[in-house]
């Protein structure tokens, strides 16, 4: 508590006000109990509506009137909607020295005894990415349903066991490549189905568009198999 007056000039180097300020216990406490604490509280109970946690409770052995009960939330950001999340926060940001570049870099900056060197290099490509990702989300929306549609026919995912059975939920989204007959809607959902049946014959290497002009022209019993499902996710 008593660091706070000494905390502060470092939070907001640029601020005169904060270099002046003069803080005791009574005045801190008094900042945490109103305003941060406060405002945490806030915070957590946003997050606590919206994330998924590992939460740790321990209740206090004080012997005060008042008990305490101390909260530990671990944070996952993965199940964060991707949308919420600032590139820009380094709140959120690894340490600099957790930063995994690979492999080659690694053995290039074991080679490097300046310490300065290695961490400038680390600085430039966490602003890279940074940027990158800031750039990633100015020019997608990645919040809209059709993206999140089409992310679903990943040539890694239309294959695998946890894929969506059906097809269905495109048809809403995209009516003008989707059957306008149920009785075509249901051949393009048969198609999508038994597509696991044949991942072995499917070359996972080729770029989407020859993937699936691969599948169209797949032959089961001297009869093409996968018509519908190629030409409405290939288009």
């Known amino acids: 508590m008593n660091h706070l007056a000494d905390l502060l000039p470092k939070l907001f180097p640029d601020s005169q006000i904060a270099k002046d300020i003069r803080l005791k216990r009574t005045k801190v406490q008094a900042v945490i109990n109103n305003c941060i604490g406060e405002t945490e509280k806030e915070n957590l109970i946003s997050d606590l509506k919206s994330q998924m946690f590992s939460i740790l409770i321990d209740e206090s052995t004080d012997i005060a009137v008042v008990k305490t009960v101390a909260v530990v939330v671990r ?30 870099v690694q053995k290039e900056l074991d080679s490097v005894e300046n310490e300065e060197r290695k961490l400038t290099l680390r600085k430039m490509c966490k602003n890279f990415i940074i940027r990158a990702c800031v750039g990633l989300c100015k020019r997608y929306c990645f919040n809209d349903k059709i993206m999140t549609e089409i992310a679903k026919f990943d040539l890694e995912k239309v294959i695998s066991d946890d894929r969506e059975e059906s097809v269905s939920s495109l048809f809403p989204l995209l ?4 059957p306008t007959s149920i009785q075509h809607q249901q051949e393009l959902d048969d198609e999508w189905r038994k597509l696991p049946l044949y991942y072995k014959d499917l070359d996972l290497s080729q770029p989407p568009d020859v993937f699936w002009h691969q599948v169209s022209f797949h032959v089961n019993s001297k009869q093409r198999e996968f018509i519908l499902v190629s030409i409405v996710i290939a288009a």
């Open 175 to 178: 009516p003008r490549i989707a």
């Open 75 to 104: 944070n996952y950001v993965n199940s964060a909607p991707i949308e919420t999340i600032d590139p820009m926060t380094e709140i959120n940001h690894k340490d600099l020295k957790d930063i995994y570049l690979g492999l080659g």
